[in-house]
C-alpha cells in the first residue's frame, strides 16, 4: 500500500519500497521476563485469593444469619466464648488453605 501511495504521489512507476527488519538479540532480562512470572500473574492470583477468602468469611456469616445457628447453639448449652472462637479457628483453616493454594500457584 505505502509502495502504491509513494508511486502515485512520486508519478514514478518504477520506484520500489522495501523494508527490512532485523531485530536485535534478546537480552538476558527479556529472555528472564518472559521464562519467569510477571506481575500480571501475581496479580491475577492475589486477587482471585482474596476475593474466595472473603467470599467464604461472609458466605458464612451470611448463613449463620439466615438460619440462626448461633441462637440454636446457645439454646443447646454451648457459650458465647466457645461458639465464636470455633467459628474463628473454622476461618482461619479456610483461610490457610485458600492462602496455600495460592502459594502452589505461585
Known amino acids: 500500500?505505502?509502495?502504491a501511495l509513494l508511486k502515485y504521489a512520486s508519478k514514478n512507476d518504477t520506484l520500489q519500497?522495501?523494508?527490512r527488519s532485523t531485530p536485535y538479540p534478546k537480552n538476558r532480562q527479556i529472555q528472564d521476563r518472559k521464562n519467569g512470572f510477571d506481575a500480571t500473574k501475581v496479580a491475577f492470583v492475589s486477587?482471585?485469593?482474596y476475593?474466595?477468602?472473603l467470599t467464604t468469611t461472609i458466605g458464612s456469616l451470611v448463613e449463620e444469619r439466615t438460619t440462626?445457628?448461633?441462637h440454636m447453639q446457645v439454646i443447646s448449652g454451648?457459650?458465647?466464648?466457645g461458639?465464636?472462637?470455633a467459628y474463628?479457628?473454622?476461618d482461619l483453616i479456610k483461610l490457610q488453605l485458600i492462602s496455600g493454594f495460592a502459594a502452589l500457584m505461585f
Do not use: D, P, Q, R
Open 17 to 19: 519500497f522495501k523494508v
Open 1 to 3: 500500500m505505502y509502495e
Open 83 to 85: 461458639y465464636w472462637t
Open 68 to 70: 440462626h445457628l448461633k
Open 78 to 81: 454451648v457459650s458465647l466464648l
Open 47 to 49: 486477587s482471585l485469593a
Open 51 to 53: 476475593a474466595i477468602a
Open 88 to 90: 474463628f479457628l473454622i
